[in-house]
């Protein structure tokens, strides 16, 4: 089954740019979504197909996706920012959903 | 506003059976495709199940294969998830989500809790 790899954790400075990032065979075939949980509460999308975001998004976040890797960029980091992210897929292969294992975010 | 709603979790015992619902409002829901996804205590996201919006298709993560089973009754806008035999590895939150095709999880209730403990 197709897997999503991701860093555990991402620490940054308030200000600075987090990088977070999915990789997977040939991700940058597939479309690639994020998305935010913090604590206690249900996952909200941050981006979809892959660079595509909510309205309700601020414009810090952006989105990459080439090769084997997919990015989140969340640029000027913000203290609300601290929170969990997971990137997914849709497997065409198998038609399943696969997430990532998730990253946290540490604001500094 | 969009709201799901899960309900049905609790405590069972190792080889029991447990069924969730999921009601919808402020949706069509007819037009949507559901899934759902579960999150052990502290682990990460993990899809479980899907069903088409006209129920005629149904896809099972490898872990719940066999033991689970997805279904809708739109005239009720209400999405189950029936599971069997389960064990302590199903102990998790179970969330139910929607999307407007296949693409993210635009919707998401606020989770079922599943303890499976004897």
Redesign the interface.
């Given at each position: 089954?197709f897997v999503l790899a991701q860093s555990p954790s991402v620490s940054v400075a308030p200000g600075d740019t987090a990088t977070i990032t999915c990789g997977g065979h040939n991700i940058g075939n597939l479309?690639v979504?994020w998305?935010q949980?913090k604590p206690g509460q249900?996952?909200?999308?941050v981006m979809?197909?892959t660079n595509d975001r909510p309205s309700h998004i601020p414009e810090r976040f952006s989105g990459s996706n080439s090769g084997s890797t997919a990015t989140l960029t969340i640029s000027g980091v913000e203290a609300g920012d601290e929170a969990?992210y997971?990137c997914?897929v849709?497997d065409t292969n198998?038609?399943?959903?696969?997430?990532?294992?998730?990253t946290k975010l540490t604001v500094l | 506003q969009v709201t799901l709603v899960e309900s049905g979790g609790g405590v069972v015992q190792p080889g029991t059976s447990l069924r969730l619902s999921c009601v919808a409002s402020g949706i069509t829901f007819n037009s949507l495709d559901f899934h759902w996804v579960r999150q052990a205590p502290g682990k990460g996201l993990e899809w479980v199940a899907f069903i088409s919006y006209d129920g005629e298709n149904e896809f099972y993560g490898d872990s719940v294969k066999g033991r689970f089973t997805v279904s809708r009754d739109d005239s009720k806008k209400t999405l189950y998830l029936q599971m069997n035999s389960l064990t302590g590895e199903d102990t998790a939150l179970y969330y139910c989500a929607a999307d407007r095709g296949p693409g993210p999880f635009d919707y998401w209730g606020q989770g079922a809790l599943v303890t499976v403990s004897s």
């Open positions: 089954s479309d979504h998305y949980q249900a996952p909200v999308v979809s197909y969990d997971y997914q849709w198998s038609d399943h959903r696969v997430f990532g294992g998730g | -």
